[in-house]
């Protein structure tokens, strides 16, 4: 563990992604991608909200999927923009409050997904979701386009879960938590857009296979993980004091922690997974072919999450 | 409208599915071999329910694709005889009565279907599917299983949408209803195992042509209402006279229809999507290839939820 500016510390990941991390020339171009899309499907009320989402957002992507087209950067910044937004529209404590507003707006998208018109033609959140999954279309076979439609379903089945949690008091086992803890950080969309955007294919034995698998597990896991670390102070403070729904505090109940212990354990384990991930890079870029191209994705993913909880978002704001 | 053995009037379809329908020389094996996979699994604890639950699914599917192969009508019933059984356990009144239990069930098979294990290794339901997954994922080329595993998760998140709309009392419109029902009454999933199960393919054009979705379309809606209808009875008896929710419930709250009109206008609508079937069953079986075997595919799913509805499941029982 390394100190960070804030009062708690986090994981030290200068061994395993030691940074700089590439980045595309289309950052800046992506960002502001995203307010003209976001003037079109107005997502997002708060002005200072929209521009802080879509500065992380076109930034983020562009260190996820540094070699990607102007187009590919695009797409994934709209889909990752577009589950961040609908998640703080309706889901945590806004889905908690009332878990049947919040399905009933995830069936508003399921129709989407399913590219049928939403009954009463749908919210922006659905016309927004139905632009973006358009372009999805014209670049994704089919196969790649169901695979992300997929990820997209499983990231709002993640948001009713986690509301569903929340409403009964947070008191979830960490087993639980970390098995759906991809879906509500969004990261296996993410990993799910890297074929068609940067344009591999994975063979199916390639996909099932260990080491494939395993690098996308480590990757689910350090996502999810830092992203808790990073936005505990931030979501404590907005809770009032009460302890946050995530990994330290989940952690802490399980084994009878302080939270201090707490976080010194998820940093642990948060570097543990980095190693993995790292190796699993290794061994996978020397094979070569497509599942080289794969763990030069999952590394951008990754170096991507990592980059993330260093942005203002997290910084109490 | 004709009226039957009830006391309701139930639709005229002489004109559109006059039966007999077709039905696979394999239909009591495949019933045999469900009793066989439930013992293996057991999803169904009355011997009584069991005995009903394999006598109509594997007669149901025998006649939804009588064409199929026998591994094609096992693997077909055991996933619709899954969906039908996880909601006659978790569903309905049970998930209305507590939706995060039943969010919780949910979330253990969308981590099967995205093929890993679930925490603390899952329940039976967890196993079953995982069996069921593995032999679709022999048969089906990857964008296939995608597509049937996208149904799945949809049907699903149908029984949670359901729980939370019985659980805030049952009010909702006819559209959004109209929406659901296609993933309620599971008919996008059986739709989903045509082509892995009959070995056709459809182009992507004409998977998204009018008359391909509106064929669906008018299916979908046909066998949800049939058996909205058919259940009317059933339900109410089991609520203690309270009216179950379903299209006449619906329509009659949404028009100020008695429940008679009602049913009299559900028997109309049915005969509407019964006559565009039809249409679009003759356009496309005229048309040849792939369209042409997607066309008698939906005519046997229609035939299928025709014949349910007689069948003594449907009997008060």
């Not at 991809?182 to 199916?204: C, N």
């Not at 992203?227 to 995530?246: H, K, Q, T, W």
């Not at 191209?293 to 109490?316: C, K, N, P, Q, T």
Request: charged residues 20%; contains cysteine; hydrophobic residues 45%.
């Amino acid at each position: 563990m390394t100190p960070r500016t804030g009062t708690r510390p986090m994981p030290d990941l200068s061994a395993s992604f030691p940074g700089p991390f590439p980045v595309s020339p289309h950052a800046a171009d992506t960002a502001g991608q995203l307010e003209r899309w976001l003037a079109a499907y107005p997502l997002v009320a708060s002005e200072r909200a929209r521009a802080a989402l879509c500065d992380i957002t076109g930034h983020g992507v562009a260190r996820t999927f540094p070699a990607a087209d102007p187009a590919g950067l695009e797409l994934c910044a709209d889909l990752l923009l577009w589950l961040t937004a609908f998640d703080d529209a309706y889901g945590e404590q806004t889905g908690a409050a009332d878990p049947g507003a919040l399905v009933a707006r995830v069936a508003g998208a399921v129709h989407v997904l399913n590219g049928r018109r939403p009954p009463g033609g749908g919210d922006v959140f659905c016309a927004a979701l139905a632009d973006a999954l358009a372009r999805l279309g014209e670049r994704a076979a089919p196969e790649r386009f169901l695979r992300v439609a997929a990820a997209v379903r499983d990231s709002l089945y993640g948001l009713v879960w986690e509301a569903h949690a929340l409403a009964a008091g947070g008191r979830v086992g960490v087993p639980e938590y970390r098995a759906m803890r991809p879906h509500t950080v969004f990261v296996a969309t993410v990993t799910a857009l890297a074929e068609p955007v940067l344009g591999y294919e994975l063979a199916p034995a390639a996909r099932a296979s260990s080491p494939v698998r395993e690098l996308e597990s480590a990757v689910a896991d350090l996502a999810g993980w830092i992203n808790d670390l990073a936005s505990y102070d931030r979501e404590r403070a907005r809770a009032g004091g009460a302890e946050p729904f995530g990994l330290p505090t989940l952690l802490a109940a399980a084994e009878g922690y302080g939270i201090d212990k707490a976080f010194a354990a998820v940093c642990a384990l948060c570097e543990e997974e980095a190693g993995k991930a790292r190796a699993r890079i290794v061994e996978l870029t020397a094979a070569g072919g497509p599942v080289a191209a794969h763990a030069r994705a999952l590394e951008g993913v990754a170096a991507s999450y990592v980059w993330h909880i260093g942005h203002r978002r997290y910084d109490g704001g």
